[in-house]
């Protein structure tokens, strides 16, 4: 009781709070950076007029400061209630909801401020970054044009119209806004960033880096800026640096999901895949819905040697259960007419419509299908357009750009579109979309030929394989029902290949071993087994060949491995980065390919077989011996080694029988043409047939369903 009549006589003693002095002195606080006193400050006015709005509001934009945005909602929401026709009430509501990812909230309210005052630029301009972020683009162009109509010096107008425009694929355009911007104000470091962008994406790295670092030097802890320019470093091939660049932007924003992601991706260009998981797994820490990171880790993980395969299938059934699972509410009915022998429409789905070695594996079915039967459609998600883009936008039936659409949109897409079979051409590589097939779209749906490892989602009916990269005791491991090709990988060689030139090995006087796998394939216990060759063969040469070599410091890791392993830098040959024409006359160097494991090769293979070089595989711990299955079908099998000591010694004998070698490149590639691996038209037909095989088999029990 004494307590409760000190509290009352100590509030008599208190003297009257002069409100607008003290608001005056609460907005000096804010403007100083000293949120905690103003807040302190803000909320003593409230104690005394619990409606004064101004107060109400410095506390909300004091919140939004400290990324208190929920609590920023309440203050605003409170103080509309007080007076629902103030339009910055609106206006700080409507970005608060923006920031956290409640845009269509968000929206609302900033429409709600624009009413309130028609000529309020800055709400226009934060409306079209909301309708970006929602990619409405053309409504989010009209919008940020409006705001620089009302304020042409509106740096971050400008600067947001770029952003749009370029979402929009309008680079030129957006080039132009963000250089107003710089017009404008000199230091405006976002601009440089966004201009910097825009040059990434044009190709023009030399011109994006300078931009970057100019962001970088007007805002020395600029952490976007820091990942953007290791992305750009790392396109260089610059690794190192990218990587420090990365390092730096973590350094400043601890919990920047995306860097620790770009800086992954770096480390596993540079074979650093342990250092790769570890940051792929900080960023899902960060983000837990960043379904990317989580596919690139699992395809980090598929290149480590140390593990099984029921673990590596594991965090693909994880990779399921979070991303997938939950957009089964979007699954619907299909109206597709269940009729056995009608034209069906094929929907194929990638990013890598183009020069990409995916493309040279699924490119015949869409250029040498069948139109009578079928109808193909598109869904390419490349950014890059290239001769072999154009051929297949010729042949397809319909060409749709995914580059605009997010995997909602997608999906709504090819539901429009009535398409009967979905094909997935990317899984978990780069550009894959398997949260539009998570929604399914179509009634049957096939992952094949881009990543052949699966994908262990319901959502996903078929996975294409062959008896000898998916023997039968492996099939209970797949969520999806595997079906059975000849070969899963096959080779579109409409293009001109180079002349079969004579042995080298007959002109050399030694044997030249070969290895154009990517580098990030290659192990520890490979180069061993590859040192062991050479120290078998001591004349033999290893000439290893892969676009990272470009890399300096890459080089000499690579020939400080070997050095270890007792072999002198002067018995390896080491290529970068060449033309299609210049990579493929590299193969008259080469009398034995040797292939990586346990990730073996595949377009590689291929590759080589065509151009007469024999390849030596081992499928030791193989997750999917492609390899085994294309020497399977040109009658190589002996060429197929079952661990690392049956390699080495087969490579040594094989080595020894220079007339075998000879032979086999004269007619290697007849041999290879004739077959399924490089007859388009043989190849195409046996797939089709299994498209109406499965088609046959949804209308089957569509109907029964119907009669029942």
Known sequence: MGKKKLSSSLQKDQPTLNVDTAYLKAVDHFNAGQYSQADKLG?????????????????????????????AIEQFERAIVIDGGIALLYFNLGISHCALNNNSKGILNLKKAIAINPNYAEAYSSLGNA????????????YLQKAVAINNSFVEAHSNLGNALKAQGKLSEAKKCYQKAIDIAPNYCEAYNNLGTVYEEQGNFAKAIVNYKKAISLRPNYATAYSNLGNTLKEQGKFDEAIASFQTAISIFPGYAQAYFNLANTQKEQNKLQEAVFNYKSAISLKPDFSEAHSNLIFCIDLLSDLTSDLFQTERENWAKLHAEPLKVFWSPFKNRAEKERKLRIGYVGADFNQHSAAYIFGPMLLDYNHNNFEVYCYAGNSIEDNLTSKFKNKSTKWISTLKLDDSQLAQRIKNDSIDILVDLASHTKGGRLLTFAR???????????????TSMEAMDYLFADAIAFPLSEHKKYREQLVDLSCIIHLYSEDNYPEIKLSPCLKNGYITFGAFNRIVKNRHEIYSAWAEILHNIPTAKLLIKTTTLDDIKLRKDLQNSFTKLGIAPSRLILMGKTSKLEHLEAHNLVDIMLDPFPHNGGVTTLESLKMGVPVLTCEKMSRCPISASALHVVGLDKWRATNDSDYVAKAVELAKDIQTLKLLREGLRDRFDTSVLGNSKLYVAEVEAIYRKLWKKWCTKQQDMQGS
């Open 43 to 71: 909320t003593l006015i409230l104690q005394t007029a619990p409606n004064h709005i101004d107060a109400i509001n410095l506390l909300g934009v004091i919140a939004q400061k400290v990324d208190r945005y929920d609590l």
């Open 131 to 142: 309708l970006t972020a929602e990619e409405e683009l053309n409504k989010a162009v009209g």
């Open 440 to 454: 399914k779209p179509a009634p049957i749906q096939i992952t094949a030929w881009g990543y052949p490892l699966g």
